[in-house]
């Protein structure tokens, strides 16, 4: 979740230890939290895919504290894994 409330997910498609993998992040919502303390979350009825990775199997967003970057992390088994950083958490 960014710093705005925003929901910011990963998905990935699993054919197993060896692949083949894909996987997108997608921005999928909003929490807010009204004036008397009341949480709301509301999904998007369609979530808007803010990027797509055919081939990795990215498992983990984690948005930075005070930035518009978050750490997108796979594991993609047998082939190994990555972290990388994506400006996918800007308000």
């Known amino acids: 979740m960014t710093g ?6 990963s998905s990935a498609a699993d ?3 060896d692949g083949p993998f894909d996987s997108a992040v ?5 929490v807010t939290v009204s004036a008397a303390g009341r949480v709301r ?6 979530p808007t895919a803010l990027g797509t990775f055919p081939g990795y ?3 983990a967003v984690e948005c930075l504290p005070g930035s518009a970057d978050a750490l997108l992390g796979t594991d993609d088994e047998n082939l190994g894994g990555y972290v ?4 996918f ?3």
């Open 41 to 46: 979350v509301t999904l998007a009825a369609a």
């Open 89 to 91: 958490c800007g308000t």
């Open 15 to 17: 054919a197993g230890d």
């Open 84 to 87: 990388r950083t994506l400006p």
């Open 4 to 9: 705005s409330g925003r929901i910011i997910v």
């Open 57 to 59: 199997k990215a498992e």
């Open 26 to 30: 997608s921005d999928a919502g909003r």
